[in-house]
């Protein structure tokens, strides 16, 4: 969707303002965001594509106006209501109203070091061909769909070269709706700066695309 | 900004209106059973004190001292950073992005804060900020000159926009005058700013 | 400049509010904010698209979350600091703390009327010659200058048709920075929804575009 | 939106914090002599009661009354508004956009507010929303929907970006049953949002 989230190439936010010698955490409710976000992750009700639709479903304007784990909580909440894992009451009271609903999975401290150093990979072995290979002229595809993806709007209709090809990875716009993992082939397709903005330059932009976002040229 | 994440933590007695909403939610996970208390707390401890830019930094200086891990690095960076111990989460697919005097690369998260985790922890706030997340695809010189870097107009500058599960780690240019330097000295070089493109490592003093 | 102003196609900013009944104004203070942004206009101390220019440099998120009189509000303090005409000392107090600078003009009570039924017309005679016609097929430039411009971002890349020929007029990206009015061409073009979005649909999109804006295909 | 310019009217001992910045440049703009009270007072009452949608119903109703006026209007707007008085600015450059059975016309200004002032007097809130500028160039259909407005499939939307100084009036479909209707008796039905192209015109009662 053309959510907030997709922020490339907007003017307007003001300089960068990197902090000096930033602390991991800047007040004691972000650790606990960051926690209770993964450990609901690692329950197992919704993938990642699904936690980053929640986020870009947010309206634009708090979107925008809010820190990044202030994003995630909101977005927690969105999705665990979505699931019916809690409710609205519950979120305002902070107090259980309704019998939990059974989880697949409860990540408990014993579990957290595996399952971290597990991660979530997102490539799948699939016999799908690649129809483009590195040294190929792509160009991404101008579309705007109503749901989740990751091809971003200044990309769209812009003409790259593959660099990278990755295999076959879990395909976001299908993945996020609960579609399926669809997996596609993945590519890194370099852009100059020239063909996205227009200007002169020496520059280049990289982007992981998957091939529907491509066509040949 | 309405929040800047930057409100230090107040008494119980004070909490602000966005961490009483946190505390409430973290009662009702807790109450309802989704999550274990001591793994919450593992957790931030993990990020807080075990995970974080001197991994990377580990990376670049062996890199820069051993020319078979640069090799293996450009080739399998996921494999060549775990061969270290750092994997897993938001490291899943590594790719290293090799600085030379005529590329600078520098990497973008423009859709959410994609980062690789293992190896430089948690993005730092201007990482996820709007300003960055905008204007590093349009503008990557503008902002660099924000974190003190004038790149010479003949340095091809590479941005990657980090749009999928591949995670990039920058290997800054080592800096001249370290050629006796150990893997433990030349890691002290190596800032996290450095390792994502938005700095270059420190020169020995 | 790819500032806030520019809105179409951004999703995220929730549903349109009609409001039945409504009154020309919600408060006083509006009545007050559109009559002397207009009275300032008329000074002749800034042109039109100067004005558009500093509503459009305002802070996105301040942009977003204003109403349009707040914006107007804002930018005439811009504009007015930029001119020398106040001083932000002044704008915080209300009172006048330099003595004001001549101005070209000042609308009396006696000249509204007939400043209001002259307007500003922005055609301008010109021995240019156009370079497109009625029936030609023309892509908008995918430009992103970091000054003034009239061509929004959703057009840019983008093929058409011209179905009106204008004749000359002043040339925003230009008169906004006082480098002249430059009287270009001006043209209806008409896109289709599908070029625009990519989607399936009978419908079209009609912007107006100056030449330097198009290239013919 | 933080202010949604609703804040109805207090008085002077309780002005919100806009409307004491307001009244603070207004005295600053009359103490340095750039603007006349009398004139400002002026604006106001032309845009408040003398200039509205009103102007453009009477040159809706014509349009439908009197085919060599309907011609005039689609070959030259701008002097055939002139004719009924309604001139000048935001109205320089008039095009009149006939809907038909086939084809329905919306007008919208996606970089601000452009709006024909003469003809419909200043635009509503909604017409300056972001809601309404983001969303009618990519959703149209959506957007009438939420105007009540279904529009059949077989029917081309054609959406008006006001990116210039040419400024838009809709004609709408004049409604069945009005064939004896005086232009005043037309002029009745045609709703501001008619003639945006966010409504049609009312069917006689």
Chains 1, 3 share one sequence.
Not at chain 2, 20 to 39: C, I, Q
């Amino acid at each position: 969707m053309n959510g907030p989230q997709d922020m490339g190439g907007q003017i307007g936010f003001g300089p960068v303002r990197p902090e000096t010698d930033e602390p991991v955490f800047h007040a004691d409710w972000e650790r606990r965001v960051l926690a209770f976000t993964l450990a609901m992750g690692a329950t197992g009700s919704w993938n990642i594509d699904a936690s980053r639709h929640a986020r870009e479903k947010i309206p634009a304007l708090n979107y925008w106006s809010s820190s990044y784990y202030e994003i995630w909580l909101e977005a927690l909440a969105r999705l665990m209501i979505e699931h019916g894992l809690i409710d609205p009451a519950e979120v305002a009271s902070g107090r259980m109203q309704a019998p939990a609903k059974p989880v697949k999975r409860l990540l408990t401290a014993e579990m957290v070091p595996a399952t971290l150093a597990k991660g979530g990979p997102a490539n799948r072995p699939s016999n799908r061909q690649n129809l483009f290979s590195v040294g190929d002229k792509v160009r991404a595809r101008n579309i705007h769909p109503e749901g989740h993806t990751r091809l971003p709007r200044y990309a769209r209709g812009k003409a790259g070269e593959i660099v990278v090809a990755h295999g076959t990875h879990i395909f976001p716009d299908s993945a996020a709706h609960g579609k399926g993992e669809d997996p596609q082939w993945l590519y890194t397709v370099r852009f100059s700066a020239r063909e996205l903005w227009g200007r002169e330059s020496p520059d280049h932009v990289h982007i992981d695309l998957w091939e529907p976002y491509l066509e040949p040229i | 900004m309405a929040h800047d994440g930057h409100d230090h933590d107040h008494g119980a007695s004070e909490l602000s209106p966005i961490a009483l909403r946190v505390k409430a939610m973290e009662s009702l996970l807790v109450e309802k059973g989704y999550v274990d208390p001591a793994a919450l707390d593992l957790l931030i401890d993990t990020y807080e004190t075990k995970i974080g830019p001197r991994n990377g930094a580990r990376v670049v200086a062996k890199a820069w001292s051993d020319p078979a891990y640069a090799e293996w690095l450009k080739t399998d960076a996921t494999a060549a950073i775990v061969s270290l111990g750092y994997e897993g989460r938001q490291g899943e697919h590594m790719v290293a992005l090799f600085n030379t005097p005529q590329v600078h690369n520098m990497v973008v998260c423009t859709l959410c804060s994609c980062y690789p985790w293992p190896v430089l922890g948690l993005p730092p706030v201007w990482y996820k900020s709007m300003p960055y997340r905008s204007r590093a695809v349009i503008d990557p010189r503008g902002v660099l000159v924000e974190f003190g870097i004038s790149l010479p107009e003949n340095v091809e500058l590479r941005v990657w926009d980090s749009t999928a599960e591949v995670r990039y780690l920058v290997i800054p240019l080592r800096p001249a005058g370290t050629e006796d330097w150990s893997e433990e000295q030349l890691a002290s070089l190596v800032t996290r700013d450095s390792m994502i493109g938005t700095g270059l490592a420190k020169h020995p003093a």
